[in-house]
């Protein structure tokens, strides 16, 4: 492959270079580094990347290992900019984790021949382009895999203070990648993830990293761990049991730090039995109902039993007084409620604040939830975008809100969309029909529906604000009747 020229740059015939990396995670000096090489239009066999700790020679006793140049070219003046699509930024951020020594070699031929083949990421035949993607869809694999196996048990510092350690055992350099995943799950605890590869640690301020750790570095077991033993056996689901599938999302190489673990075997072989009578009562198994909200909280986070549940997100708890004499129930969190834990503080929340600002209705005085706990959404390069619940999975979480609503016992309930009405009356309905007047609900609470305020922000012109005026006037009349019902 020849590259093109560039008058004036000074770089030495068939020299070879070998670039040390200072972090075996470190994309962003590859890239640098790999940007310079680019613009002086070395070849990739002419390059060695080394990791912090690596051993052996590239390329042979003629090699940089051995005695290739010390330092890079400096690129011309007049060099032009390195092209590299975003689909292979995308990829290459994941794959530059991997624990393969070969993957920033990898990564430095595909961006390579980026230059003179703008659209090779789009060949999902190269062998090249098919291999970078493996290696990232290994990483992401290994993401998940922390995310939903790593297990905290509770020891105490000098002082008292609790504080929670963990052991994991990545396949790959994710360890500092992860680390604003978990702050944002857990910011008010002080926490640390111990593995081999390095270790991080959160105060609850500041992030912190550290040197690899062993097993016996973390602790075995916790009073904490009984009760969530008895919890998951509570909330084990027979009739979605696959022993292969379970298998293949929970290796057993996890299991040594689970400690639901060791209930699994007796588990699966009571399955059938309890399955038997799941299918006889023609009910979901979901346990107890939850007396607390936050009984409510502790085990909307813990629920799988919907395919929502198991997606890179966390469940958001509603908030608002206990006795309120309105519950608003929206449809589902969003990316910005998810990433903050409360409900509607995204975009669709400040058009609701406004909206019940304008009709005399105290937001703070609600209690304000969704119908479904956890954000289901689909991967558009690094956006989630939303997508809506299907009916099944409202049906699922209706427990949830039902606990809820037991414990708040709101008067009046209003429901913002279709999804959120199914919630609370387990059927679908239509907005335009239901609207603007009360629905009794069994325990004799009125149910009130108008359209849930993202709709509006979808439409523009005439037919937002003939909508507007609608939605307005939904919630006139449910502040109307508020007022009655506080007399």
């Known amino acids: 492959m020849t590259a093109q020229k560039h008058s004036g740059q000074n770089v030495p015939p ?9 972090a075996p995670d470190d994309f962003a000096f590859w890239r640098e580094r790999a940007r310079g090489l680019i613009q002086c239009d070395v070849p990739p066999d002419r390059v060695a990347w080394i990791e912090p700790g690596a051993t052996g020679d590239l390329f042979g006793s003629e090699g940089p290992a051995r005695g290739g140049d010390k330092r890079l070219p400096v690129p011309p003046a007049d060099a032009p900019p390195v092209r590299a699509s975003q689909r292979f930024l995308d990829v290459a951020r994941s794959a530059a984790l991997h624990s393969d020594p070969a993957r920033f070699g990898l990564l430095y031929h595909v961006l390579w021949r980026l230059q003179r083949q703008p659209r090779l990421m789009e060949d999902k035949a190269d062998v090249q382009v098919r291999r970078l993607e493996e290696l990232a869809k290994s990483v992401r694999r290994d993401a998940h895999k922390m995310h939903a196996f790593v297990r905290f048990r509770e020891v105490a510092e000098e002082d008292g203070t609790p504080h929670f350690v963990a052991w994991f055992e990545p396949d790959h350099h994710i360890v500092r990648a992860e680390a604003s ?3 944002r799950r857990f ?3 002080r926490w640390s993830i111990l593995t081999p590869r390095g270790s991080i640690h959160w105060d609850g301020e500041t992030m912190h990293e550290g040197p690899p750790a062993r097993r016996s570095d973390a602790p075995s077991g916790d009073p904490v761990e009984d009760l969530w033993r008895s919890y998951y056996a509570a909330i084990f689901n027979p009739a979605r049991l696959k022993v292969g599938a379970m298998l293949s999302e929970m290796p057993k190489k996890y299991w040594k730090n689970l400690p639901e673990a060791e209930l699994i075997p007796q588990l699966i072989a009571g399955a059938q039995a309890r399955e038997a009578r799941m299918v006889a009562s023609g009910s979901l198994d979901m346990g107890e109902r939850p007396a607390s909200l936050g009984a409510v909280d502790k085990a909307i986070h813990a629920c799988r039993n919907c395919p929502i549940g198991e997606l890179d997100n966390r469940a958001v708890m509603g908030e608002g007084p206990l006795g309120a ?11 910005q409620e998810d990433q903050a834990g409360r409900p509607f503080v995204g975009p669709a929340g400040q058009l609701l604040d406004d909206y019940l600002t304008r009709a005399g209705i105290d937001r703070s005085s609600a209690y304000v939830t969704n119908a479904v706990k956890h954000f289901k959404f689909t991967w558009k390069g690094k956006r989630r975008l939303h997508q809506s619940p299907g009916a099944k999975e409202i049906d699922t979480c209706r427990w949830w809100l039902e606990a809820e609503r037991a414990v708040v016992q709101p008067r009046l309930v209003l429901a913002l969309g279709a999804s959120a009405a199914r919630g609370l009356l387990g059927k679908t309905v239509s907005i335009t029909k239901a609207r603007g007047q009360p629905i009794q609900l069994e325990d004799g609470t009125e149910l009130w529906v108008t359209a849930h305020p993202s709709y509006l922000l979808r439409l523009d012109g005439e037919a937002r604000e003939t909508q507007a005026a609608l939605f307005a006037a939904d919630l006139a009349a449910v502040q109307e009747r508020l007022a009655e019902l506080a007399d």
């Open 181 to 183: 995943f978990f702050m």
């Open 187 to 189: 910011a008010n605890m």
């Open 325 to 335: 004499l309105l519950m608003i129930v929206g449809e589902q969190p969003g990316d």
């Open 14 to 22: 068939h020299a070879h270079y070998a670039v040390h990396l200072p």
